[in-house]
């Protein structure tokens, strides 16, 4: 290639040959003339020899050109040799968008050799990408933070520069963006005023990610790897900035052995965030680096003896749980954050690290201890349960250190209180719908039971009158099973399946009701008060589903006043109920930080007490169904649960904690239940039902039913309750016996009684055939289910619901009901 001092044109050959080639052309033009005497040859002549070397000349230049141009074209694979890097990926690419080459991040990032442009973006990356691309041709360099792959969870920075020769290529450098983790502040902290001060004291820390690539360090390692305390190592290798001599002793490669020789401290760190035994390839880690030998006086001894009550001070104000043992096993020291995690704050440390640890992982956890304080420098983590918490398994890391005198294993825990905790209220949450689910299960099972004792019981009482010898036996079979239909609503109110009436309603005028029922139920020695906040706004609610709350709760402050005041020995005692209406609103619940709670408009109901509190280790189960601290036989353990239930399928929340007297010690128990304020308006009647229920006696012209029900005995009740009511009915066991009724077409009926949960064909997929061949036949529907349930379930007109168990009266009033609103 000619230099351009020697050829500014560019394209003429040297000045030599040009002077020789333009002194022959001269002469040949003037012999043209000598021979010719004419002077208009000798012009032409002239004319043509120039254009002729003039051809020449761009010959020779075109047959040279690609020899030149080949001179100029890049060595592409040495560019991307020196463009490799781990933590990049780089690619180029000409004005013809063609990639030139791409380093091999670039190719296992994108699994391919595509261009940056053709690459699989999301829409709105693809169209950053476009944008960013044009405005790095145009102006020289763009930048997008935040780009996403289809499919993929990978988030990228881009950065675009155009280089090369001739400003002609484009520059494509992405980089991985990295999520929040619980790493970044000991990231910041390494970095900052605290890296600072560890490298004055002659210690230094790297954070290093599983590959070995460094994260961040303290200023004072990277002036000693790189000669300037501003230089950021984030992106090299961990590994080429130390060397190691024939005695392996570890020394920066940039001091090489006429500097001072460090002690390597591994120290894996886990994540704290996972839920199973982590992986410690998959988290980053610090490498401690101490010098070895800093002088008489500096404090560091070749022993590393004197580095001891230094080193236990830096990693007591770490925040990674971490200890050290001796070569023969025993606890040389650990932080705080270690005794946390291992729950030995008040107790110290035991002698060995196996005396953490339940028996069966003793001698595994001992043999492991030994090996790393005797064998090669290594690291590792194993997976133990700890003798105060049998159930989870925690991962401890181990990693062997030497140069640091009588420690020689440290190990390292995360603090997962916090996890544990959460996990614990997980497993609390599934174990309640687990039991809600069965005690739904088991209230609809016995409700059919109950149905048929108390037809029964009912058909007899029509038999028998008041002073026949077995009219008290059956009053009291009937008595005993309303009790137990009651311990059934319980199941089902905890379950959240019961049916309810609700109404909109002032929640005073709930507490007005039951305030009488109250004061005779809480006796002389209580004092009870109701207070009201003004312009409560009205709830959705059922009123007698309201009721039974605030009287649980009442009953439940009750007895635990009078068993505050028998464990005091007191027996001249006096307790105060309250009750506290309040106005909550949006605002105020945001500033309450709930976060199960929506923001919204609340009325709320306050039950307080004098009985001395909730003790802390119960205050997380007293809602749990059978959960009782009374005395066997004096309670079921369902009170609050059901008010519970009740509460949560009202769409409210409900609360128990403690109130603190003046030395900060429980006085009383205080439930605040929350109802979401309606937006609807007020009726002036709050018991609607009771009009209702009187409307559905004034049918008595009879009629044909259809009773689809597979138990035998609920069947044969209502078979004989309606047709001593002067129905008449037709039986069938199950929905395709039903189905195969309607379908003889030989009875026309003027009602469906049906049961909902049957095998083969349940009660709405038969309901749904019959009426496409009868769509104006009503249907009533018995389940010990809630009604509201059954509503968002089936969503079929002119449908209908009696909830079991029923009476043989209720039975008939509400099929009276039925036929009357259809002859109406």
């Known amino acids: 290639m000619i230099a351009q001092d020697e050829n500014p044109i560019g394209f003429l050959p040297p000045l030599p040959l040009m002077l020789g080639v333009a002194g022959g052309a001269a002469i040949s033009i003037a012999l043209v003339w000598l021979v010719s005497e004419q002077t208009t040859v000798a012009l032409a002549y002239g004319g043509t020899l120039v254009v002729v070397l003039l051809m020449l000349l761009l010959a020779a230049r075109l047959k040279t050109e690609p020899a030149e141009a080949q001179a100029y074209q890049a060595d592409w694979s040495l560019t991307s040799a020196a463009m490799e890097n781990r933590g990049r990926a780089v690619a180029i690419i000409d004005r013809a968008n063609r990639m030139v080459c791409a380093n091999s991040t670039y190719e296992q990032w994108f699994e391919g050799d595509a261009a940056p442009y053709e690459l699989p973006f999301e829409p709105a990356s693809l169209e950053a990408v476009n944008a960013a691309a044009r405005s790095a041709w145009r ?3 763009a930048r997008i933070d935040d780009l996403r792959l289809t499919g993929s969870e990978t988030r990228y920075r881009l950065e675009i520069d155009r280089s090369g020769r001739g400003e002609a290529y484009l520059l494509w450098r992405f980089a991985q963006v990295r999520e929040e983790s619980s790493y970044d502040a000991l990231s910041k902290q390494l970095g900052g005023v605290f890296g600072d001060i560890l490298s004055r004291a002659g210690i230094e820390f790297a954070l290093v990610a599983p590959q070995g690539i460094v994260l961040t360090t303290t200023p004072g390692l990277a002036e000693r790897a790189t000669g300037n305390r501003e230089n950021s190592l984030a992106g090299h290798e961990f590994v080429q900035l130390l060397r190691s001599d024939d005695r392996d002793r570890i020394f920066f490669a940039r001091e090489g052995q006429q500097g001072s020789p460090q002690t390597l401290v591994h120290i894996p760190l886990d994540a704290p965030s996972s839920n199973r035994v ?8 610090l490498m401690l680096l101490v010098d070895s030998s800093v002088g008489i006086g500096g404090g560091w001894e070749g022993s590393g003896k004197a580095a001891i009550p230094q080193l236990e001070a830096l990693l007591s104000a770490l925040p990674l749980g971490l200890a ?3 070569r023969d096993g025993r606890f040389l020291f650990a932080n705080k954050a270690f005794l946390r995690a291992v729950e030995r704050v008040d107790r110290g440390l035991p002698q060995f690290p196996s005396d953490l640890v339940v028996r069966e992982d003793k001698a595994a956890m001992a043999d492991t201890v030994r090996r790393f304080a005797k064998g090669a420098t290594a690291s590792g983590d194993m997976a133990v349960r700890l003798a105060n918490d049998k159930e989870e398994p925690v991962s401890i890391g181990l990693a062997g250190v030497r140069g640091l005198g009588d420690a ?9 209180s916090e996890e544990k905790r959460l996990r614990r209220q997980v497993a609390q949450a599934t174990k309640m719908q687990a039991v809600g689910q069965l005690a739904g299960g088991v209230a609809h099972d016995f409700n059919n039971v109950l149905t048929a004792i108390i037809g ?5 009482l029509l038999r028998h009158t008041p002073g026949d010898s077995d009219y008290d036996d059956i009053q009291q079979i009937k008595a005993n099973s309303n009790r137990a239909a009651s311990l059934t609503r319980q199941l089902l109110a905890f379950s959240r399946q019961q049916t309810l009436r609700p109404v909109v309603l002032q929640l005073p005028d709930v507490v007005s009701e039951v305030s009488q029922l109250l004061k005779r139920l809480m006796g002389e020695k209580i004092e009870f008060s109701v207070r009201h906040d003004r312009e409560l706004g009205p709830v959705r609610a059922d ?8 009287i649980n709760l009442a009953v439940n402050a009750r007895d635990a006043m009078q068993a505050h005041a028998t464990k005091r020995g007191k027996q001249d005692w006096k307790g105060r109920l309250t009750l506290a209406t309040r106005r909550v609103s949006a605002r105020d619940v945001r500033k309450m930080g709930i976060d199960i709670m929506p923001a919204d408009d609340y009325t709320v109901l306050i039950v307080q007490d004098t009985g001395g509190g909730i003790p802390e280790e119960h205050l997380n189960k007293i809602f749990e169904p059978f959960f009782t601290t009374k005395e066997q036989g004096k309670g079921t353990g369902l009170g609050l649960s059901t008010v519970y239930g009740i509460v949560k399928q009202s769409n409210g929340f409900i609360f128990a904690d403690n109130v603190q007297g003046p030395d900060s010690a429980p006085i009383g128990a205080r439930f605040t239940m929350y109802l979401p304020v309606n937006k609807g308006v007020l009726p002036a009647n709050m018991r609607s ?3 209702e229920e009187t409307k559905a006696t004034e049918w008595s012209a009879g009629g044909t039913l259809l009773l689809v029900e597979d138990e035998d005995m609920v069947r044969a009740v209502a078979e004989r309750a309606l047709v001593r009511a002067g129905y008449t009915v037709t039986t069938a066991a199950d929905g395709e016996e039903g189905l195969a009724a309607i379908a ?9 009684v049906s049961d909902v949960v049957m095998p083969t064909m349940d009660g709405p997929a038969m309901a749904r055939a019959i009426r496409k061949v009868k769509p104006d036949i009503p249907i009533l529907f018995m389940s010990g289910y809630a009604e509201e349930q059954l509503r968002n379930d089936i969503d079929i007109a002119d449908m209908h619901f009696i909830p079991k168990p029923f009476s043989v009266q209720q039975i008939n009033a509400k099929v009276s009901e039925v036929l009357g609103l259809r002859r109406s």
């Open 139 to 141: 102006d020289g360099a």
């Open 278 to 285: 982590s992986d410690a390839d998959q988290a980053p880690s």
């Open 324 to 326: 050290l043992t001796d």
């Open 408 to 416: 020689a294993v440290l190990l390292s825990i995360s603090d997962s």
């Open 456 to 460: 029964y019981c009912d058909l007899m």
């Open 543 to 550: 009123p007698q589903q309201l009721e039974q709350v605030i």
């Open 689 to 691: 039902e009771e009009v």
């Open 744 to 752: 003889n077409g030989d009875t026309e009926f003027d009602l469906i």
